[in-house]
Every structure is written in structure tokens, then in C-alpha cells.
């Protein structure tokens, strides 16, 4: 019955993904562009301003008609100190516009590099998403944190680290199927090597044996989300998850096709048992990163979007392999050396 229901809650997580991207017709979302508006408003602005402009030179041309006489009695009367601070005001002003021409360059560059790494993905679930953002933070401050400084005060942490490696090398079918999808055949022989090699001498995976091998250096790790990229699907709608956090469309179908690689899921492990590896897996990674999330919401100005920005940018980094800057052998490559 467990594994029935259990069944379901996947298959109604993946009819909820399918639907969205139906409705929301495929997270193609109309950009708004504000740019004729703020035309207009510039044009209006100009031309309010340029009448006072053209009644000041009208002023300006009838004092020009003054008498002279009286220009040069006003001109005896100035204090020399009046006219040295006349001569202060100039320079001032003219550092002004110096720094004001220097801080305009600066922020053009600035912009320009903004705009080069800048990831845009429609959030048309905002409300939804930042009502589980908040869940998802409540949850961490209440019920995470405090366990996870729990589990940490009272285990060493060679144990941890070692419960760490366990998971990890758990996770391996995932990564190495997803580098064969991906072309990255060099990357998934380490990934098999260091399987075989922690699963045996490193007992069970407790120990990462195979990193002593500059070889079998672990590699970035891939997922179904970075392979669906490589054959070019999009990013999608951003989508925040209760218990699981940030995601997209396109990284939530990953998830679920991750799911099934997981070797948890070959055993006839009962969903109590399941549920229960997957929260002592989290409580342990989290006590590696206690403070981390604080000091980002401490320093967002607006924490919603600082996550939401911050996570869109670790996919894209990682979708495009910035993790390490090393060439991957790809099958293009290998079927030119074939032909060679």
C-alpha cells in the first residue's frame, strides 16, 4: 500500500510538471519592453524643461539691455573673497563633471558585464513560489538548523564526512548515465572507476579511496537536468519546491528521471525506510553548510530574488561546464577521429 501510494506521489509530482508546461505555453513569456516608455517620459520631460529654458533666455536677453553703468558698479562692488569663492564653485563644479563622466564609464561597463551573464527565466508562478520560499526558509530556522547543530555537536566529523561519501557514491549511477548521454565517455570511466574502487576499498563507499589518484579526481557532477540542456531544452519556468527548494521546469523533469537511477529506488526498501535515508542524508550535508544560508539572506536585499538569481546562475554555470575548464571527449569528436 505504502509503495502504491508512494507510486502516485510521483506520478502526480510529474502530471503537475507536464501540466504547467502546457499551461503556461511552454514558460514562453512575453518581455515587457519598457524602453518607448521611458522615451516618452524623457521626451515629455524635455519639453517641460525646455520651456523654462526658453523664457530664461528671453530674461537673459532683456538684461543684456540693461545699462552698462550698472553692470560695472555691481562688478567694484564684488568682495574679492565673493570672487575667489566664484572661481572655488568653478573648479568644484568641474571636478563634478569630471566625476560624473568617470562614474557613468564605470557603471556603462558594469552593465555591460551584468548583461553578459544575466540568466532570464519567467517566474509566472511568483506568488506560489515565494509563498514555499518562505515554507522552505521557516522550515530550515525551526526545524533543519537546529538538528543538524544537534547531529554535529555530538558526531565527529570524520563520521559525517564519511556518511557524506556514502550517499555520494550511492549517487553514481546517475552521474555516470547522464555523461553517456552527454557524450562525456572519459568522464564516465572515472565515474565507474571511482564506484568500483570506494565500493571495495573504500567499504561501502564510506571512504573516498580513489581520490588519492590524481586520475580519479572527482569530476563535476551531471545530472538529467544539464543533459537535457546539452540536447537543447530550456530552462523553462522557475519553480520553488517545498522540501526540495529552487528548481525549473526543465531541472524538475531532471529530478524526476534522476529519481529512478537512484539505487535507493532498485531495492524493496518500505517508503518509512526511503523517507527516512533521504532526511538523515540532508541533516548531514546540512551540517557542513550551517551559516551559509544566513549570511546570503543577511546580505539580500530582497531574498527571494537573491535566491532565485544565485541559483539560476550556479544551473548555468554548471550546464555549461564552468566547474572545471577542461574539454570533454564528446562522441563529434571521437566519430572526427575515427574518420582520421
Known sequence: MITLCKNALYRLLLLFVFFALFSVGCAHQAVVDTSGVSLLSDENHKSDVAAPQDANEDEDFLDDDLDDDIESDQN?????????????????????????????????????????????VADPLAPFNRLMFH??????????????K?????????????VKNFFDNLTTPIRMANCLLQGKIHTAEIELARFLINSTVGVLGFGDIAKNNPRFA?????????????????????LVWPLLGP?????????IGDRF????????LPAEATLGLTGFETVNETSFRIGDYEAIKDAAIEPYEAFRDAYLQYRKNKTEDREEKRSERRYDNLIKEWIK
Open 76 to 120: 567694484y562692488k564684488a568682495d574679492a573673497s565673493s570672487g575667489g569663492q566664484m572661481v572655488s564653485d568653478i573648479e568644484d563644479d568641474e571636478d563634478d563633471v569630471f566625476l560624473d563622466e568617470d562614474f557613468d564609464d564605470d557603471s556603462e561597463l558594469w552593465d555591460e558585464e551584468a548583461t553578459d551573464d544575466t540568466v532570464r
Open 135 to 148: 515554507f522552505n526558509d521557516k522550515l530550515y530556522f525551526w526545524v533543519l538548523k537546529p538538528v543538524a
Open 150 to 162: 544537534g547531529y554535529k555537536s555530538i558526531t565527529p566529523e570524520p563520521f559525517r564526512l564519511g
Open 218 to 238: 572527482k569530476p563535476p557532477e551531471e545530472d538529467l537536468g544539464q543533459t537535457l540542456s546539452t540536447y537543447g531544452v530550456g530552462n523553462g519556468f522557475y
Open 247 to 255: 528548481s525549473t521546469l526543465r531541472d524538475s523533469v531532471g529530478m
Open 261 to 268: 537511477l537512484n539505487i535507493t529506488t532498485w531495492t524493496e
